[in-house]
């Protein structure tokens, strides 16, 4: 199996952490998968419910969103960590849970950490509120993630800990009721519902950075699943239009109770050679640019564009890629490649992927980088890689200091490279690769001073080529 060849960059490594580089959904679930043989420790220590992380197991799609990847190994005694920088939403975990149940996972490695915030009922409410006001234009997910880490940072925020005592749970929250009278609940409803879930978990609650530091001291490999992506970060990314967590390297080490310092290796994923955003936010290189970005976000992020994009495609999709309107060959490349939303299927924005973000994102978290998706490409014919941002006055910039620098009014500049480069889902070494695909890797490589570690070359955990 694809185990024995494990790349031997993993020699020295003890931890490992998986980050996105982009706007999410860029293939971390898979990634994790291909590692799960090594890791003894899976731990997610960012997000929440807004998370949605695919894997195909023998064929078969599971998408977790709280729960780490890892617990599809539950059975072989190893350990998931929901840190303490997540925020948790009892009752979708219950239900995750038990659909994981069905597909036949267990739980007995599974922890949670009492210090992580809980996703209460009213937050959902005033994330919905929110998004029907002035800051609507985000597009979140309705998970309730932007008021829960709020409540947070205002020191309002009852965590999963803090329901093992009733009467302290109350005063948390009548504070709250006081902070925001606009927002009714009743607390005895509250206290209710959580109590009841938190019976059913309460085994699994504990000090999981303790966990964590000991597991490291008795030797054990330890997996960081890194969600959503540097993109997306309030700290690093193109704010406001981003996550209320940090995704960096920096924000998932410290949501579980780790310093960047003990990481041995951050590898960094890529998609390539298009790129994809849900959600609002400018989108330099986006197919079809602000004419795309309205549409996927009609109808509030219309779940049904996918069926909507097969009817109207079908069988011509492939033809589509080579149509002169560039909204169109986004459209078909996100049918071709399945860019739905895990989590809310809406569409995916589709773009070229942008070197200069991803210099921006390797300077923050590092140079190593994992290549995904190519393999949805076969049928281009030629590539467009976003090297330069035309900014409104006709300047071109071509590095950035912040996530912010990416702003609404700029444009692409693209180099185009040849592509045309078949099936390669069934490459297994870089040498079976297509010379123009091993040239833009070169491109990429040089362009912003990387290295490309790994190629994924289709949605199963062995499609992965070890650079
Ligand atoms: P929130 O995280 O629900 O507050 O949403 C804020 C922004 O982040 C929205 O544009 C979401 O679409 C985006 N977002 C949140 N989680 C994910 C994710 O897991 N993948 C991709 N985009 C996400
Ligand atoms: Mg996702």
Redesign the pocket.
């Known amino acids: 199996m694809y185990v024995d060849s494990l790349p031997s960059f993993l020699n020295d490594v003890d931890v490992l952490a998986i980050v996105c580089y982009q706007?999410?959904?860029t293939g971390k679930g898979k990634v994790i998968d291909f590692f799960s043989d090594w890791a003894d420790v899976f731990a997610r220590g960012t997000?929440g419910p807004?998370?949605?992380h695919t894997l195909t197991v023998n064929g078969k799609k599971i998408i977790t969103h709280q729960i780490p990847s890892g617990i599809l190994r539950d059975k072989e005694r190893k350990t998931n960590i929901m840190g303490s920088g997540m925020v948790i939403d009892l009752e979708s975990s219950l239900k995750e849970m038990s659909e994981l149940r069905e597909a036949g996972c267990t739980f007995n490695g599974l922890r949670i950490s009492d210090r992580a915030q809980l996703i209460l009922p009213y937050h959902k409410v005033r994330?919905r509120l929110q998004s029907s006001m002035g800051s609507g234009e985000?597009?979140?997910?309705?998970?309730g993630?932007?008021p829960a880490y709020a409540d947070k940072i205002m020191r309002l925020g009852p965590t999963v800990g803090d329901l093992k005592d009733k009467s302290r749970f109350v005063k948390m929250l009548e504070k709250v009721q006081q902070q925001y009278p606009g927002t009714i609940f009743n607390i005895e409803e509250v206290i209710e519902q959580q109590s009841r879930l938190y019976e059913e978990i309460k085994d699994l609650v504990c000090d999981t950075d303790k966990i964590l530091q000991e597991s490291l001291k008795e030797g054990a490999r330890v997996l960081l699943e890194g969600?959503?992506?540097l993109l997306?970060s309030v700290d690093y990314g193109t704010y406001p239009?981003?996550?209320?967590s940090d995704p960096s390297i920096y924000g998932l080490t410290r949501g579980v109770g780790l310093t960047p310092d003990q990481v041995d290796l951050t590898l960094g994923i890529v998609k390539f050679p298009f790129m994809t955003?849900?959600?609002?936010?400018p989108f330099p290189t986006e197919f079809g640019g602000m004419k795309s970005e309205s549409y996927c976000a009609e109808g509030n992020g219309n779940a049904h564009k996918q069926s909507i994009e097969n009817a109207e495609f079908g069988s011509r999709a492939d033809e589509m890629l080579r149509s002169d309107d560039e909204f169109e060959r986004g459209r078909a490349l996100r049918l071709i490649a399945d860019e739905y939303?895990a989590?809310t299927r809406?569409p995916r924005r589709i773009g070229r992927t942008d070197l200069v973000a991803l210099k921006y994102a390797i300077g923050v978290n590092g140079p190593n980088l994992v290549l995904t998706k190519p393999d949805c490409t076969s049928e281009l014919e030629e590539i467009e890689l976003g090297v330069g941002y035309r900014t409104t006055s006709g300047e071109t910039i071509t590095e950035i200091t912040h996530g912010r620098d990416i702003t609404y009014g700029l444009e692409g500049v693209y180099e185009r490279l040849p592509w045309n480069i078949g099936d390669i889902s069934r490459c297994e070494r870089v040498e079976d690769l297509p010379e123009n695909m091993k040239s833009a890797m070169g491109y990429v490589a040089s362009r912003c001073k990387t290295n490309i570690k790994m190629v994924s070359v289709g949605p199963e955990a062995k499609q992965t080529i070890i650079n």
């Open positions: 706007w999410g959904d997000g807004n998370a949605g994330d985000i597009g979140t997910t309705g998970r993630i932007g969600a959503q992506g997306l239009y981003c996550t209320s955003r849900v959600g609002n936010g939303g989590t809406r």
